[in-house]
Structure formats: C-alpha cells, structure tokens
C-alpha cells in the first residue's frame, strides 16, 4: 500500500511538471491580406527599408510546375532586364521547377504576378540551362525588371536577405542571415534558411542589390546560391542581354577581385602570406619541367586577324577518339561575346610544345562556366610524340600549405614559364569550389595548370591578381564535369 502511494505522488510530481513545461507557444500574429502598397512583412523584410521592400515587391514573383491540373513543383523568381521584345517579360527562376522526369515542354508553367494575377509563362530551349531557368511570360503592367549588369561589389560576411513569394498565398516573405561567399567560386551559400518555395528567389544585400539565385537548401543551416556574375554571363554568351561595355570595365574586375581576395580560407594576413611563401620557396625540378613542357600550350582567340585574348592550356585525356583536348580558361574569348557570334568570327589558334600552330574549336561553349575544352583533330598534330596528356585521374595526397607551381606558355615565343608558393586551400573546402595559391602569374598564365613538385595536377589557374595569390579551380571539380557530359569514359572522384 505504501509502495502504491509513492508511485501515486511520483506520477502526481511527473504531471506537475509536464504541465509546467508544456507552456503554451506565444501567438504570432499572421499577416492579413492587404492591397500590395499596404501588405505586412513578415520576417527579415522588416529589416529592410521601406523603398528596398517596395522595389522587392514589384519584381519578386511565384511560380508552379502543372501536369494538367496536377501542381507538380512550386519556385520562387524574379523579374530581369533582358534583350526580349518589348511584348515580353523573363523570370529566372530555379531549375528544380520542372521535375527531371517531366519533360518540360509537356508541363504547364504558371506565374503569379505581384498584384495576385496568375498567368502563363513558358522556357524556350529549356535543354540549355544548368542551374536555372529563364521563363517568359507576355509583358505585363506592375513588374519591374531587376538589372544584373551594374558593376557590383559584394563585401564577404555582410549581411545578406533570401526573398521568397508563396504561390498559394502571394505573401512576399524574407529571411536574413550572411554571404559566406568566396570570392572566386560560382556556387557558394549564404546563412539564410529558407522554405522549398524559396528555391529559385533572389539573395540581396540590404540596399536591395541582387547578389545571387538562391538554389538549394542544406542541413547545414546554409543555402547555396549561384553568384550574378555567373547568371549575367550565361545570358551573354546565349544572346539573351545586350551588354554596355564600359571604359575601365576590365580595371573595375581586376580592382573587385584584388579586394575580394583578403576574404580567403583560411585567413592569412599579407606578411602571413609572404613569410610563408619565403620559407617553403622552391622551384620545379628539370624532370618534372621537362615533363609538363609536353603537356602545356599556348592558346589566343582571333577575330580575323586581331588577335584578342591568350591564355594557356593543359592537354588532357578525354574520351574522343579522333582530337586531342586542352583545358583552358573561359577568359580565352571576351566577355562580351555571345553565343552565335562565337560560332561566326570566332578563330582559335593552339601553339604546341614543338611549335607547331594548328586551328582548334570548342563544342557547345554554353555548358561551360569557369573553364573550355578545346579540341584539335589528331590529324593535325604533325609529330603527336611531342604532345603528352596530364592526368586528371591521380589524387594527390591534401597537406596544408603544400609547396605549388603556376605553369604557363607564352603563345608568340613559345617560352615556357613557371613560379612556385604555397596551396591555401582548406582540406574542407567544396568540390565546386574555387582556391588560391601564392603563386604569382602573369595574364597569358591564365588557364595554366597548378601542380605539385612531383608535376602531379592539383588545378586549372583561373586568374591573376595583384595580391600575391591566384584563384585556380581544384581538379576534382573539373573531372566531375567531364565524367558528367560524357567527356571521359569513366571518373576516379578521388579527394
């Protein structure tokens, strides 16, 4: 009886505090439904000053994938500047809109505007796109266009919002967080935390600047998105903008990214840097140079005559049979150049090791983004033991601040060059994403292999930089690629 009664009182205390802790939940009141000058706003808008909030509303819409009148995918998207008629409006929006076992041709696509209009849009060529889409939808009054082409600079770590518009509903909703971006990277994440419907909208600073396209969410309590820069030249190269080339345009990139560059992982002040560099300086051994000599061009685009850019590339192995492939960098034709002009004027000359000058050509330019492919027919090559490929498939074994050279050719003298330093990247870094090293390259070293002291490929380098380190692309992510649009026959993914 007594042991009854203490099982009594013990379960009366365990109520007792289970109804203590089951308090309930303070009300949050929900947003009613106003004319769009007067609607709430919920979350991180409200952070955000009245005029950026206004500017978000009338360009930020929804959209939903239908088969028949079955909702299939619902995305967020916003309204761009293009080069359409003038009898059309465009949305860019996610690519997870249309669902990979639907043809998107088959689907219906509807777009509900900022005034709650709901209307149909449509993807001319959806087969080209990667990470997005462009739909069109009949120009309408009371959306605005936002521009990509304003030379932007974005701070790392700043703060940062991720828009979204619900289909169903219409209310616009935000939330803040920061931009973790990298500044060389394509795909990177912001801290934002943002709903499915989400997926698609805009990430913008707090002046209401469009920094990227948020495209999936993590666990990781991080939402990756792809930067402007890249967005803005996929519609170049496709002719789908018209870009105002600027005076100082190119100085403007080069001072952007010099200043980007103190963002870096891990973070190493400038004397950090260069007393780094001193204590682990180096140089390429003659076998491991003489080694890489056959496997480095030199590439220069032409208009005609007129040569326009040089850059250098690594002859790689690749799964075609009757060409040779070189890896090289996507600065080798200029920025502003679009897709159908590529294909007209377009003349790529490849100098080999031997000297020997042959024509090459890239394959469908549009997939690309940080690198090309360029191919020569075998046919050409006069003396092909001159020429040997650079394995993509070795992994090398990751140490932190591992010594590195930056190789490159010159396309008038043939000359071949290199400089050592130091490999910055983090051991946790993405696959996609793109790293630094110490090493000091001149412009035609552009598109130039990154290698360890046994020659073995750790990147392609994609720029150069005032600030005594240069961006390069890891291999992983660039096998990846290939194995991807079926330009290899098989992939090791070794990290």
């Not at 929804?62 to 967020?76: H, I, P, V």
């Not at 994609?462 to 690629?481: D, L």
Request: proline residues 4%.
């Amino acid at each position: 009886m007594a042991g009854l009664k203490r099982s009594m009182m013990k379960n009366k205390r365990r109520l007792v505090r289970g109804d203590e802790e089951q308090r309930p939940y303070k009300r949050v009141a929900r947003p009613t439904r106003l004319d769009s000058s007067s609607e709430s706003s919920p979350g991180a808008l409200s952070e955000l000053s009245e005029q950026v909030v206004s500017r978000l509303r009338r360009s930020v819409v929804s959209l939903a994938s239908f088969d028949g009148d079955t909702k299939l995918r619902e995305c967020t998207g916003m309204c761009i500047e293009t080069s359409c008629s003038d009898s059309e409006a465009t949305i860019l929006t996610s690519r997870q809109l249309i669902p990979p076992t639907h043809p998107a041709a088959s689907l219906n696509i509807k777009v509900r505007l900022p005034n709650d209009r709901i209307v149909t849009g449509w993807i001319e060529d959806p087969k080209i796109y990667v990470d997005f889409f462009i739909v069109n939808i009949k120009n309408v009054s009371g959306v605005d266009a936002a521009s990509l082409d304003r030379d932007m600079q974005f701070e790392p770590h700043t703060k940062v919002a991720a828009v979204c518009r619900c289909f169903c509903s219409g209310f616009l909703t935000a939330t803040s967080g920061l931009n973790l971006a990298s500044p060389t990277s394509e795909k990177i994440v912001s801290t934002c935390r943002i709903h499915k419907a989400g997926i698609g909208g805009p990430l913008v600073d707090f002046d209401g600047n469009f920094v990227g396209m948020n495209s999936s969410r993590t666990k990781m309590e991080k939402t990756a998105y792809v930067r402007r820069e890249g967005i803005f030249r996929f519609l170049v190269l496709h002719g789908k903008v018209s870009v105002r080339v600027k005076e100082g345009f190119h100085d403007a990139s080069r001072a952007r990214m010099n200043s980007e560059m103190k963002a870096i992982r891990p973070s190493l002040s400038a004397k950090s840097v260069e007393k780094l560099s001193k204590s682990r300086k180096g140089a390429l051994s003659k076998q491991v140079l003489s080694r890489l000599s056959m496997s480095i061009v030199a590439l220069a685009s032409f208009d005609g005559d007129t040569q326009l850019h040089e850059c250098t590339g690594t002859c790689i192995e690749s799964s075609c049979p009757d060409a040779t492939c070189f890896l090289t960098s996507i600065n080798l034709i200029p920025y502003t150049w679009w897709l159908g002009k590529i294909t007209e004027s377009l003349t790529i000359k490849v100098r080999l090791p031997d000297d020997q000058i042959v024509t090459g050509w890239i394959e469908n330019p549009e997939i690309y983004v940080d690198f090309f492919i360029v191919k020569i027919k075998n046919d050409d090559v006069i003396d092909p033991l001159h020429l040997r490929h650079l394995s993509l498939d070795r992994a090398t074994q990751f140490e932190p601040y591992r010594k590195v050279a930056a190789v490159w050719r010159h396309y008038d003298s043939g000359e071949l060059k290199a400089t050592s330093g130091v490999d910055l990247a983090s051991v946790c870094a993405l696959t996609d994403e793109e790293m630094l090293s110490t090493c000091r390259i001149h412009e035609v070293g552009i598109g130039g292999p990154l290698v360890d002291f046994d020659g073995n490929f750790v990147g392609m380098n994609c720029s150069g930089t005032k600030q005594r380190k240069t961006p390069y692309v890891q291999r992983p992510s660039i096998r990846e690629f290939m194995w991807f649009r079926g330009m290899v026959r098989y992939a090791h993914f070794q990290y």
